[in-house]
């Protein structure tokens, strides 16, 4: 078979440059801070550019140091642990990984990259283990119902991920790394900004020998067709790319790119081999003439792209491609800040298996309000979807805070959200159900965060109810779909709290989380069981230290039980894992870094049967002059 992926410089550096025309994140038309600047800045929760004490919703935020400290291994290593967040993997490093944010469905989070939406529309999720971290600048995970602003997907909130991006002057990197599991991981960049604009250029190589993925069924119902004990390795090579210039006092032009190219090796009866895309590629364009208007255009072309392979022989292929484009507003009017935006989206699907339709149009308007008068502040989102495959769909919610001291905030909100079939639901050939409406939600939440001398902690709870969940409906039998389809036949209740501690005193850095939650179904033979594979209690510690040269940290992360099934007959056991680091200065421009995973080797499961790994070691060696 010809290979169907181009070379990463043909695929990403040729269209970006065609599309320095136009991403997502901008300013409000009054902020005297450039959105491109994203230290101080939270844009996901209401697309413009807000503090992060500012912002009325609830924001974890990740930056390019927090990344470099706790040297993790992968982006799901990175998130795992933090506030609202479950995960469950299927093998190791590279392995198809989930994420639950706040109980709700893997496919129930929005992801983005500068703006742009990631993700399959056959499966409906995006690949997080596939997006390098050597390539990421900085993440911004919104918890709770955000369609009103994005549509589709964001019934458990919105995780938006920025590429690499330089501060000021000249910044060239490199960092060479090796460790357990025979792995080893290599990356270079340049990057500079001056007065008239900024550049960044990253490649990174990574591959493992990884784990056996697939542990066996003690007892199968058949003879093992799975089983197969060597290493399941994996291989990841990507691409980053971002420039872009200012163009007298009002204009603002950026494009950026991302592509990251894989080869992943599992167990399984039909495919032991995938091959795939992730690829992003956009623009922005940005005019604002004045303190009181700000005009954005955003366009882009997204891809997830897998063929499939068994032992070596090619099995299928499915690539989904996405053409984006946001045309958003700003304008100061009196004391507020309204917002005024249309988007559109066309999915495509390309490959071996013919759907009865193969693509999607969804344009969508929405309009936000945010006030600040005296000590209380608001935020209302309305949205209005419509898809050429399921018809119409309104959003909305309302967001309020109130400071009743100088360190204290409380805050209140209710919004709906919703969630469209993806194309296997609608129409995989002998399962799709045409006639499926889109899941959607309602919710509600009550916050009160606090910051002072040093010490800065929230606590949230939160209840979501979620109708017409989609799943699998065994009674739905004809003479094409002889084993079922699936429909909206499920209802579940989501209630659940989050705590968050950040202190900084005399040198020490503690970061702590704790999440607990009840994800129940509410409906069928399952009503009252626990969601699968979301755990009810998880945690996440991260302490470190600066002594002198010398770097030291710790992270605890432990979740507690879960279930692999709807109906709670396969349990999985809670867990703790316990992670060391050490990092040396060597001079102003070299610097070294260890790292030791899970030290006491501990052994657990996050899917029934799939293996992770056990105590783990990185050595990582960078350089990145001074300025």
């Known amino acids: 078979m010809q290979s169907r992926i181009p070379g990463p410089i043909r695929a990403v550096v040729v269209p970006s440059a065609l599309a320095v025309a136009l991403s997502m994140s901008i300013a409000p038309a009054h902020a005297a801070t450039d959105a491109t600047d994203l230290d101080e800045v939270v844009v996901t929760a209401t697309r413009t550019a807000r503090t992060q004490d500012q912002t009325l919703a609830a924001v974890t935020v990740i930056d390019r140091e927090q990344i470099e400290r706790l040297q993790p291994l992968s982006l ?6 933090l ?104 990356t ?18 990574e591959q493992s020998e990884g784990i056996n993925a697939y542990r066996g069924n003690p ?69 604002a003439p004045g303190d009181a208007v700000a005009v954005t255009l955003d366009i882009g072309r997204t891809a997830d792209r897998s063929d499939a392979f068994q032992n070596g022989v090619y099995s299928s292929t499915f690539d989904t491609l996405r053409e984006l484009g946001s045309l958003q507003a700003d304008l100061g009017v009196g004391p507020g800040l309204l917002t005024l935006g249309t988007d559109w989206r066309r999915d495509e699907l390309e490959g071996s298996t013919t759907y009865l339709v193969s693509e999607r149009i969804t344009r969508g308007a929405f309009a936000q309000w945010q006030q600040a008068f ?41 919004g709906t959200a919703f969630k469209a079939p993806t194309f296997n639901e609608l129409y995989f050939p002998g399962f799709g159900n045409p006639t499926l409406d889109p899941e959607a939600s309602r919710s509600v939440e009550l916050g009160l965060r606090g910051k002072s001398a040093g010490v800065g902690w929230a606590l949230n709870a939160f209840d979501t109810r ?58 069928g033979r399952n009503a009252g069981k626990v969601l699968p594979r979301r755990t009810r209690t998880s945690g996440r510690v991260d302490l470190d230290r600066r002594f002198g040269a010398f770097d030291v940290g710790l992270s605890v992360i432990g979740a507690g039980a879960r279930f692999d099934d709807p109906a709670n007959s396969n349990r999985l056991g809670g867990y703790a894992t316990t992670d060391l680091r050490l990092g040396y200065t060597i001079s102003e421009d070299w610097s070294v870094q260890l790292t030791a995973g899970n030290v006491f080797d501990r052994q657990y499961e996050t899917v029934l049967f799939y293996n992770q790994p056990g105590r783990n070691y990185f050595l990582t060696v960078r350089y990145r002059p001074a300025n």
């Open 188 to 205: 270079a960049g340049v990057a500079g900004r001056g007065d008239a604009g900024w550049y960044s250029l990253q490649a990174a190589h």
């Open 374 to 414: 005296g000590a209380h502040s608001l935020q209302l989102n309305a949205r209005r979807d419509d898809d050429t495959q399921f018809g119409g769909h309104t959003t909305g919610s309302a967001l309020w805070g109130w400071d009743f001291t100088d360190s204290l905030r409380l805050t209140a909100s209710a």
């Open 466 to 523: 979620i109708d017409d969940l989609i799943a699998y409906d065994p009674t739905l039998i004809d003479r094409d779909h002889p084993f079922g389809q699936p429909n909206n036949i499920d209802r579940a209740r989501i209630r659940g709290a989050e705590a968050t501690l950040d202190v900084d005193v005399s040198g020490w850095l503690l970061r702590g989380s704790a999440t607990w939650l009840d994800p129940r179904n509410e409906s």
């Open 83 to 186: 506030p609202g967040i479950s995960l469950g993997n299927n093998g190791g490093p590279g392995k198809a990984t989930s994420l639950f944010l706040r109980g709700t469905e893997s496919d129930h989070t929005l992801v983005l990259v500068d703006g742009l939406r990631l993700g399959s529309a056959t499966t409906g999720g995006a690949s997080l283990q596939d997006i390098p971290l050597e390539q990421i600048e900085r993440i911004e995970i919104v918890r709770g119902p955000f369609s009103s602003l994005y549509g589709s997907e964001a019934i458990g909130g919105v995780i938006q991920i920025f590429t690499r991006q330089p501060k000021t002057g000249f910044a060239p990197n490199l960092s060479l790394g090796v460790g357990s599991f025979d792995s080893n991981r290599s």
């Open 219 to 287: 007892r199968p119902p058949r003879p093992e067709r799975f089983l197969d004990p060597d290493r399941d390795g994996y291989r990841n090579q990507s691409l980053s790319l971002r420039a872009g210039t200012r163009i007298a006092d009002a204009w603002t032009l950026e494009t950026q790119a991302l592509r990251a190219e894989m080869r992943n090796e599992y167990d399984g009866s039909l495919n032991n081999v995938a091959k795939g895309v992730q690829q992003v590629v956009g623009g922005r364009a940005r005019y």
């Open 76 to 81: 799901p290593d990175l998130l795992r642990g």
